[in-house]
C-alpha cells in the first residue's frame, strides 16, 4: 500500500517536473509563449497574460556608443512604431536586384544568420557557408558587401571601418571629399596625423554622423529587461517580492462539466499541474531572491558584490546546481542601483573576500576616469588593480575583463576621444 502510495506521489511530481522545467528556464516575457502548447491541448483552461513593465531599461553598453547618439536619438519614433527585429527586417530586404539568383538569396540569408546583435558578421563564418553551397570564399564575401545598399546602413560589415566604409557608400560627396574621407576611415589608427589638412574637418564631421555599431538602433528596442524579482530599501529594512503582476494567469474553467468523467478529469489535472509548476517558479525564484539578499546584503547599500558560487545557492535550497543555473537564467533583480541579471550576483573569488566582480567594477571606473591623451592600457590597468586590492593577476584576464565591456584597447580609446572633441 506504502509502495502505491510512494509511486502515485513520484508519479505526480514528475507531471508537475515536466511542465516546471521549462518555464522554470524560460524569461518572464516568454512565459507566455512557453505555457501556450499546454493551453492548445487542453480546452478546459485559458490564459490571462499579465502586463506589469518596470520603466528602467537593462542594457549592454557599448563603448561606441557615444558616436551614435545622434542616430539613436532620430530613430526614437520609428522605434515606437515599428517591432520588426533586425533579422526581420534583413529577411524584407534579400530580394532583387540585388540577389538576383535562387543561390545568391539563400547565401544572403545565411549571411544574415552570422550577424550578431550589434550588426557585424562573423567573418568566420565565411568558410563553412562557402563549403555548405560549394561555393568558394570570394563569391559568399561578394554577396556579403551588397549588404552595403541595406538598412540599417553598415550592416553586415566584418568591423567598424568596414561599417563606416558602407555608410560611407550612401551618401553624395565631392569626389576629393570623399577619396579623404575613405582615407581616414582606412587609416583610422593614424587619423590625428590628418588634423591639418584642410578636408579634415569636414571629413571629420561625415563620420561622426555614422553609425556605429550598425545595429545600435534594434539594441536600444531590442528588449526591456523584466525583473522576476523586486528588492526594496524599506526605511533602512530589505524587502523581497515577486513580479507577480506579470505573471500569466491559468483559469481552469469546468462549470457544468462532469469532472468525473475519464477525459475531463484528466485536462483537469493537467491544468493543475501547470498551475503548480508556475508556483514552483515562484517559490523557486523567490527563495533565490531571498538568499540573495542573504549572501549579498551590503550590496544593496552600495558596497561591491562578494563571491557567491551557485553551488552555495543550490545546497541551502537542496536543489540541484543545473536546477539553480535553469532558474537564474536570462533573470533579472530589480533594486535601487538598477536592474540586475541575476547571475551577476553568482561571482568567482580573485581572493578571499575579492570578487572578480569588484575588479571589474574599478577597471571600469579607471577607464571612465582616465586621462583621454593617454587612455590606461591593460598592463597599467593590471599593475593599479594589483596595487588597490593586493592580488597577483595576468594582462590577458584584464583584457578578458576589457572586452566582456565591450572597452575598446587603449590605442583604439584613443582615436575614440580624438573624434569625440
Not at 545595429?215 to 533602512?236: C, H, M, S, T, W
Not at 498551475?275 to 549579498?296: F, N, W
Not at 584584464?398 to 582615436?415: D, H, V
Request: neutral net charge; charged residues 30%.
Amino acid at each position: 500500500m506504502k509502495l502505491k502510495v510512494s509511486q502515485n506521489q513520484k508519479q505526480k511530481l514528475s507531471s508537475t517536473l515536466r511542465s516546471w522545467l521549462p518555464i522554470l528556464q524560460s524569461d518572464l516575457d516568454s512565459l507566455p509563449e512557453v505555457i501556450e502548447p499546454f493551453v492548445e491541448a487542453n480546452p478546459f483552461i485559458q490564459i490571462r497574460v499579465g502586463n506589469e513593465k518596470p520603466d528602467t531599461k537593462f542594457a549592454k553598453k557599448s563603448f561606441f556608443k557615444e558616436l551614435s547618439k545622434n542616430s539613436v536619438s532620430s530613430t526614437i519614433e520609428a522605434l515606437t512604431i515599428s517591432k520588426k527585429s533586425l533579422f526581420e527586417t534583413l529577411y524584407e530586404q534579400i530580394t532583387h536586384p540585388l540577389f538576383p539568383t535562387e543561390i545568391s538569396q539563400n547565401i544572403a540569408y545565411e549571411i544574415i544568420k552570422n550577424i550578431d546583435n550589434e550588426g557585424y558578421f562573423e567573418k568566420e563564418a565565411l568558410s563553412w557557408i562557402a563549403k555548405k553551397f560549394d561555393v568558394d570564399k570570394d563569391k559568399v564575401n561578394k554577396i556579403r558587401e551588397r549588404f552595403a545598399y541595406l538598412e540599417p546602413l553598415g550592416i553586415g560589415a566584418v568591423d567598424f571601418k568596414e561599417a563606416f566604409l558602407f555608410q560611407l557608400e550612401n551618401i553624395e560627396l565631392e569626389d576629393e571629399l570623399y577619396e579623404f574621407t575613405k582615407k581616414l576611415i582606412n587609416e583610422f589608427e593614424f587619423i590625428e596625423s590628418y588634423s591639418k589638412d584642410r578636408q579634415f574637418r569636414d571629413a571629420l564631421k561625415v563620420i561622426k554622423k555614422f553609425t556605429n555599431p550598425p545595429a545600435i538602433d534594434f539594441l536600444e528596442n531590442k528588449l526591456q529587461a523584466i525583473p522576476d524579482i523586486f528588492v526594496y530599501d524599506n526605511r533602512g529594512v530589505i524587502e523581497v517580492t515577486l513580479n507577480d503582476a506579470y505573471y500569466p494567469e491559468i483559469i481552469i474553467d469546468t462549470d457544468g462539466l462532469d469532472e468525473k468523467h475519464v477525459f475531463v478529469a484528466s485536462k483537469i489535472k493537467d491544468a493543475k499541474d501547470l498551475v503548480d509548476a508556475l508556483e514552483m517558479r515562484k517559490a523557486t525564484l523567490y527563495k533565490i531572491g531571498l538568499m540573495i539578499v542573504e549572501y549579498q546584503y551590503d550590496f544593496f547599500f552600495g558596497e561591491a558584490i562578494k563571491p557567491m558560487k551557485l553551488k552555495d545557492i543550490a545546497d541551502d535550497l537542496k536543489r540541484n546546481t543545473s536546477t539553480i543555473s535553469r532558474a537564474i537564467s536570462g533573470k533579472y533583480l530589480s533594486c535601487g542601483r538598477g536592474i540586475i541579471p541575476l547571475k551577476n550576483f553568482f561571482t568567482t573569488a580573485v581572493e578571499e573576500n575579492i570578487s572578480n566582480s569588484t575588479i571589474k567594477e574599478y577597471m571600469c571606473e579607471l577607464v571612465k576616469y582616465e586621462n583621454h591623451k593617454e587612455p590606461l592600457n591593460d598592463v597599467k590597468i593590471l599593475a593599479l588593480i594589483e596595487k588597490k586590492f593586493q592580488v597577483k593577476m595576468v594582462r590577458r584576464t584584464i583584457t578578458k575583463y576589457r572586452k566582456e565591456f565591450n572597452i575598446a584597447g587603449s590605442s583604439e580609446r584613443k582615436k575614440l576621444y580624438f573624434l569625440k572633441n
